[in-house]
């Protein structure tokens, strides 16, 4: 079992950054795949980020490439995901969450999801 604890979000104008971080803790962290979700009331969760268990490959959401970079360092069991030229589009709860199947990260989703944590609420005023 893996408790992921996210933290780094808050209020932040258009234009801004922030650094949210994802801890986990329970189990072995470094041979799973790590994604940050994002969710709006009213929406469907959505994925933004994602890495490989080895770091060596990553995906982004269209809606936040060349904005967002995620990261991780397993020595320290965390995923963090940079998030630069923030929109008040990116206005969401962000959650981490963390897959043990080995699937390859471009087929994550939602439903593929093992592990999640309870999310960080991002704010981004225009």
């Known amino acids: 079992q893996i408790q992921l604890v996210e933290s780094g979000g808050g209020l932040v104008q258009a234009g801004g950054s922030l650094r949210l971080s994802c801890v986990a803790s329970?189990?072995?962290?470094?041979?799973?795949?790590v994604a940050w979700f994002r969710q709006v009331p009213g929406k469907e969760r959505e994925l933004v980020a994602a890495?490989?268990?080895?770091?060596?490959?990553?995906r982004e959401a269209d809606s936040v490439k060349g904005r967002f970079t995620i990261s991780r360092d397993n020595a320290k069991n965390t995923v963090y995901l940079q998030m630069n030229s923030l929109k008040p589009e990116d206005t969401a709860v962000y959650y981490c969450a963390a897959d043990s199947s080995g699937v390859l990260i471009k087929f994550l989703d939602v439903s593929s999801m093992d592990y999640w944590g309870k999310g960080t609420l991002v704010t981004v005023s225009s």
């Open positions: 329970g189990h072995t962290f470094n041979t799973h795949a």
């Open positions: 890495i490989s268990w080895a770091g060596e490959d990553t």
